[in-house]
């Protein structure tokens, strides 16, 4: 093959790479006028049924074309998920001239904060700002301050488990959960380019991230680590000291901001490996019905045999689904716990209301940190 034979063929790729993109926009129009008909007759925005049906014909059909199901499925579920985050952007946002919105988050561009907050804000039709503060707490209170509209908090790990910190700022600050966002997580170590992972002696990261790739680092007994308050910023300071035997475990777009190379991807101690983030605001927002929906809330119990079974049975009671249960000690309080729960379902159905009445009798006291859309990237693209 000649170099101009190459080249013709990339451009008869770069061909249909339009035509694919122009498909693509076009179906995202299409989304919105089904969000209209879906309004008129009160369907919700996500049919679960619909979309298994539609991933089986898809895949079958890229079968036939001779392409993996399998990529096929991914393709698909990506595409399915931009449309509920449209859909849901569309019923959310007023029509009419769109402020700037100003989004916060931990640490500094690359870090997986950063990543979630452009996973999440970007299909919003309103033109959006990121700003980074240096932990949690200078990002909430930023939002309670009204600096910021919106919070991207993590709030938990597939593989380490609960940010425990975020958990108890939610609980002291007059906030309000209004969204979330689902990010996989893919650690790298990261390392100057003329590193090499015999000769490393420290490795910097999030305790977080170092726990998440314990595995990895026991392989590693010459080596020792030194905790960062993000990962981002680890491999920052990777690239400030330029000491070929330190790395960073971060992501690979940190690694390209910073100028490090990858010296080893995929090193969680689980394949997959996801984070929950949380969008935090300082009020409240209307949660539309039409959309798959979560109720967090938080309650403290009496020190007394049952309290939290009783809780539970309140739920259960009323076919609620407990997607997620926390307990932390309680602020002052010795020996004594406040619980943290996030619940299938919208606040407004009558379920939902006769369990909050329930919990309201049976606890101390009950507290709803926000009803907000559940996240399309879910079980169905995950599973």
């Known amino acids: 093959m000649t170099g101009r034979d190459l080249a013709d063929l990339r451009r008869s790729l770069d061909d249909l790479d339009k035509v694919i993109l122009n498909a693509l926009g076009e179906r995202a129009r299409l989304a919105r006028d089904i969000l209209s008909a879906k309004a008129d007759t009160a369907s919700p925005v996500r049919d679960d049924a619909r979309e298994t049906a539609l991933l089986q014909h898809r895949s079958s059909y890229g079968e036939r074309l001779g392409l993996d199901p399998a990529f096929v499925r991914r393709i698909y579920r990506e595409i399915l998920d931009d449309s509920v985050r ?23 561009e690359g870090a997986y904060g950063h990543q979630a907050a452009l996973q999440h804000f970007g299909v919003t039709r309103r033109p959006v700002a990121l700003k980074a503060y240096r932990s949690f707490r200078e990002t909430l209170e930023a939002v309670q301050n009204g600096d910021i509209e919106r919070g991207v908090l993590p709030i938990e790990n597939s593989t380490a488990g609960s940010v425990h910190e975020v958990y ?50 026991a392989e590693l007994p010459h080596v020792e680590t030194e905790a960062a308050s993000n990962t981002a910023l ?21 690694g390209l901001r910073f100028g490090l190379i990858v010296l080893r991807r995929g090193i969680a101690n689980q394949a997959l490996n996801l984070t929950r983030f949380v969008i935090v605001g300082a009020s409240p927002l209307e949660c539309d019905p039409l959309v798959d929906a979560k109720v967090s809330l ?47 379902g919208h606040i407004a159905e009558p379920r939902m209301q006769s369990a909050l009445a329930g919990l309201a009798a049976t606890t101390q006291f009950v507290r709803v940190l926000g009803c907000y859309p559940a996240c399309p990237s879910g079980e169905l693209r995950y599973n």
């Not at 491999?235 to 690979?252: T, V």
């Not at 609620?320 to 932390?328: A, G, Q």
């Open 298 to 344: 938080v309650f403290g119990t009496r020190h007394e045999r049952g309290a939290l079974v009783r809780c539970l049975n309140v739920l259960a009671d009323e076919g609620i689904n407990l997607s997620k249960l926390e307990s932390r000690p309680r602020p002052g309080m010795a020996w004594e716990y406040v619980f943290y729960v996030d619940l299938d």
């Open 168 to 217: 108890d700022l939610l609980f002291r600050m007059n906030l309000s959960i209004v969204g979330e966002e689902m990010l996989e997580i893919q650690h790298c170590l990261l390392g100057l380019p003329d590193a090499a992972i015999a000769d490393l002696r420290v490795v910097h990261s999030h305790p977080q991230a170092l726990a998440q790739c314990s595995e990895f680092l």
């Open 86 to 108: 449209r859909q849901q952007d569309w019923l959310h946002e007023p029509e009419g001239e769109l402020q700037t919105l100003v989004v916060g988050f931990q640490g500094t």
């Open 234 to 254: 680890a491999a920052a300071r990777i690239a400030e000291l330029g000491d070929p035997q330190r790395a960073a475990i971060a992501s690979e777009e940190a």
